[in-house]
């Protein structure tokens, strides 16, 4: 069964920058898509950013120019390097596949707290 290990949350004040990773497990992790989301409190969880097989790239809105996803398929890994943060990003960050291949298992997430 997939496996998604998520790592690198924090506490950072606005303005700050933290790197997540994601490790993944249980799959042929190189041809799939794969997204990184959030869930707010008391809000529906949101993909933040995703990359292809061939590391293209696309951005939610609120993040474009701020946050970076790439990914590592040696290391079955995807990261989310997050610059100038804001209030607003604070959430629970998940890794996930994306689109139709997503996954129904999440992982335990990681929680980013931004908050002076």
């Known amino acids: 069964q997939v496996q998604f290990v998520e790592s690198g949350g924090g506490l950072v004040q606005p303005g700050g920058s933290l790197r997540l990773s994601c490790v993944v497990s249980?799959?042929?992790?190189?041809?799939?898509?794969m997204g990184w989301y959030r869930q707010a409190a008391g809000k529906q969880r949101e993909l933040v950013a995703s990359?292809?097989?061939?590391?293209?790239?696309k951005y939610a809105d609120s993040v474009k120019g701020r946050f970076t996803i790439s990914r590592d398929n040696a290391k079955n890994t995807v990261y989310l390097q997050m610059n100038t943060l804001k209030p607003e990003d604070t959430a629970v960050y998940y890794c996930?596949?994306?689109?139709?291949?997503?996954?129904?298992?999440w992982g335990q997430g990681t929680q980013v707290t931004v908050s002076s």
């Open positions: 996930n596949k994306d689109g139709v291949y997503r996954s129904s298992s």
């Open positions: 249980g799959t042929i992790f190189g041809p799939y898509p």
């Open positions: 990359i292809t097989s061939g590391g293209n790239t």
